[in-house]
C-alpha cells in the first residue's frame, strides 16, 4: 500500500507551464469529465454558496471571482450557471500560467460573457494589486510546497473581500485508489 502520509512534491505534466498542444487538451478534457464524474464541483459550488447567501448583488455591484489554476475553465462555466440561475450577476477570472492552457479555456467558454481569462503567475504584483469578492481554487493548492501554499493562503486572504473556497484533493486510500483506476479506464492521454 502507498503512503499517503505525506505529500508529494512530484511535478504533473500540467505544472509545466510550456506543455500545451493535443496532449494537455486531452488532459484538461479528460479532468472536467472525472471531476464531474466525482461531484468535485458541488464542494466548489457549496462553498461559494454558503458565502453569498443574503448578500445582494446588482449589475453595478456584481459578484466577483478568481479561479486560480482554472485549468480548462470547466469550474468557471459550472459556476457561471450557477449564478445565472440565481439572478447573480457576476465577473468571473480565470487565472493560468500557462497561456496554453488559457487559450483551450477561452475556446471552450465562447458565449459565456461573464467569464474572461487571463494568463498570470497568481506571485506576481500584478495579480496581487487585483481584488476580488470570492478567490476559488479547485484541485490547484496540492501543485505547492508547504511555504508556497501558506503565502497563497495569505494573498487569497488579503485579496478577497469575502472569502476563499479551497476544493483539493483528499488524501486518503480510498480516494487514492479511486482516482487511480477511474483515470486507467477513462485516459486516452499518455501516463
Known amino acids: 500500500m502507498i503512503d499517503l ?3 508529494s512534491y512530484q511535478a504533473e505534466m500540467i505544472d509545466d507551464l510550456d506543455e500545451g498542444g493535443e496532449a494537455m487538451s ?3 478534457d479528460e479532468l472536467s469529465l472525472i471531476n464531474r464524474l466525482l461531484g468535485g464541483y458541488d464542494v466548489s459550488l457549496g462553498g461559494i454558496a ?5 448578500k445582494n448583488y446588482t449589475e453595478e455591484r456584481p459578484l466577483r471571482i478568481a479561479d486560480l489554476g482554472c485549468g480548462g475553465g470547466d469550474g468557471l462555466r459550472i459556476i457561471s450557471r450557477f449564478l445565472e440561475k440565481q439572478r447573480i450577476p457576476a465577473i468571473l477570472e480565470g487565472i493560468d500560467a ?3 492552457i488559457i487559450g483551450y479555456a477561452q475556446s471552450k467558454s465562447a458565449g459565456y460573457t461573464s467569464i474572461r481569462y487571463i494568463q498570470q503567475d497568481i506571485f506576481s504584483g500584478d495579480f496581487l494589486s ?3 469578492d470570492i478567490i476559488h481554487a479547485a484541485l490547484f493548492c ?5 511555504a508556497q501554499l501558506a503565502l497563497l493562503f495569505r494573498n487569497s ?4 473581500n469575502i472569502g476563499v473556497v ?3 484533493l483528499n488524501r486518503d486510500p480510498m480516494a487514492y485508489y479511486s482516482i487511480k483506476y477511474l483515470t486507467r479506464i477513462l485516459s486516452r492521454s499518455p501516463m
Not at 496540492?142 to 508547504?146: A, G, M, P, V
Not at 486572504?157 to 478577497?160: E, H, V
Open 5 to 7: 502520509s505525506h505529500r
Open 26 to 28: 486531452r488532459t484538461l
Open 50 to 54: 454558503r458565502l453569498i447567501k443574503g
Open 98 to 100: 500557462n497561456g496554453s
Open 130 to 132: 487585483r481584488e476580488y
Open 142 to 146: 496540492h501543485h505547492f510546497t508547504d
Open 157 to 160: 486572504a488579503a485579496q478577497a
Open 166 to 168: 479551497i476544493n483539493d
